[in-house]
């Protein structure tokens, strides 16, 4: 068995979770998610805990049994309490400012770069050059995020692009000249 998949996940007071033919509903204060779950895994859902099982014990189902139960708990968390993920902006007259689900970002392009976020995931700038990302698919705000950064990742000669906050850009050494 799968040590992550043996853990039971515990269901705050503010979510209600359903489980019907494979087919997992969480909702929770933020909004409502939904997953279809593998035919091989199954939830138990009892006194506010979900403890996820394997249906016939192979290297495939103990692999699903992991993945499953960090999934179903990012669901939970998700609609309980959301997910931020914070992006950088680093180099002179890099910006952004944002005007409803669009983010229009200065990278040093010859013109601007508009991004539409999905529905799922909000947006706040702070200060031109730190972006805020909010949602409740811890999936869905790690590809947006991944998305931005890719419109002009961290070069590592002075650090200029997108960055994630917690992510440390190692530098190289420029040219040096001939003595």
Avoid: W
């Avoid at 909004?31 to 138990?44: A, F």
């Avoid at 992510?167 to 001939?178: L, S």
């Amino acid at each position: 068995m799968s040590r992550v998949g043996k853990k039971t996940i515990c269901i705050p007071s503010s979510v209600k979770v359903t489980y019907s033919e494979h087919l997992l509903n969480v909702k929770g204060e933020k909004g409502v998610l939904t997953r279809l779950v593998h035919p091989d895994i199954d939830l138990n859902i009892e006194n506010q805990n979900i403890n996820v099982t394997m249906k016939k014990d192979d290297r495939v189902s103990r692999a699903l049994q992991g993945l499953t139960r960090s999934l179903v708990s990012n669901m939970v968390i998700g609609v309980d309490k959301g997910f931020e993920r914070v992006l950088q902006i680093n180099g002179i007259g890099y910006r952004a400012t944002i005007k409803g689900q669009t983010i229009t970002f200065n990278l040093g392009y010859s013109s601007p770069v508009l991004f539409d976020l999905q529905e799922s995931v909000s947006a706040t700038v702070d200060k031109n050059n730190t972006i805020k990302l909010f949602g409740i698919d811890k999936e869905q705000l790690g590809q947006v995020a991944a998305a931005i950064r890719k419109l002009r990742p961290p070069e590592p000669y002075k650090g200029k692009g997108i960055k994630y906050a917690e992510e440390h850009i190692k530098r190289k050494a420029g040219k040096t000249g001939v003595k």
